[in-house]
């Protein structure tokens, strides 16, 4: 079974642009969420979605945003770049709820210059 | 005070010893606790979960959960070259309503390294 997909890979933007990092779940997985890795530190949770529906925001600007398709996939949407949004974004799909084990796409590698 | 702190490290201990890592938590209310492994360049890999207290093994891992204390661990037993990595505590907090919906926190990691 194919596991949590990502695209881009790899990209680089130039400050002020804006980038869309998309992601495809496990199948049967409704929930998506968003993680930044900036170099050495561990993940900060960025959106929660489920069934379509934001659950659950980090502590981000509104120049993040995302949503969720009907089939489940997601979108993550940065405006306005800065060269401090340069890090890994992480996506992630579990089935939903409490304890539920999250799994972790190969992620999108995002440098502005 | 953060909400997820991993000793500092980073660790090295020699081929075969024991690796032990360790992770401390703020709050109370957190209910589900997780070990992932991060190589260089590569995303988190889900090494160990454990929900109740006391000790959950899988293989050369040990993850060992104390709620009162709010502490967890995992250990890496007959440590291997390829054991190598960054661990990362992660811990899922309940809303009010009693489900997580995904969002973790984590620590900010601790660097391994096992050495011929």
């Known amino acids: 079974d194919a596991g949590v997909t990502q695209s881009p890979t790899h990209l680089i933007k130039t400050r002020g642009q804006q980038v869309t990092l998309r992601c495809s779940p496990i199948?049967?997985?409704?929930?998506v969420s968003w993680y930044q890795q900036v170099l050495g530190q561990g993940p900060q949770f960025i959106f929660q979605?489920?069934?379509?529906?934001?659950?659950g925001r980090g502590n981000f600007p509104d120049r993040f945003s995302a949503r969720q398709f009907p089939n489940y996939s997601s979108e993550l949407n940065v405006n306005a770049l800065l060269l401090g949004d340069s890090a890994l974004y992480l996506c992630?799909?579990?089935?939903?709820?409490?304890?539920?084990?999250?799994?972790f796409g190969e992620g999108s590698w995002l440098t502005v210059v | 005070q953060k909400e997820v702190e991993q000793n500092s490290g980073p660790l090295s201990v020699p081929e075969g010893a024991i690796a032990s890592l360790n992770c401390t938590y703020s709050?109370?209310?957190?209910?589900?606790f997780f070990w992932y492994r991060q190589y260089s360049g590569k995303s988190p890999e889900l090494i160990m979960s454990?929900?109740?207290?006391g000790d959950k093994e899988d293989g050369r891992f040990t993850a060992q959960l104390n709620k009162a204390s709010q502490y967890v661990s995992l250990l890496i037993r007959d440590s291997q070259p390829s054991d190598s990595a960054t661990y990362l505590c992660a811990v899922s907090l309940n809303n009010a309503g009693g489900t997580s919906y995904g969002k973790l926190t984590f620590g900010q990691g601790t660097i391994l390294t096992v050495h011929p």
């Open positions: 709050d109370r209310v957190s209910q589900s």
């Open positions: 454990i929900y109740s207290n």
């Open positions: 992630a799909s579990s089935l939903a709820g409490s304890g539920n084990t999250i799994y």
């Open positions: 199948s049967g997985h409704k929930s």
């Open positions: 979605y489920y069934e379509k529906e934001e659950r």
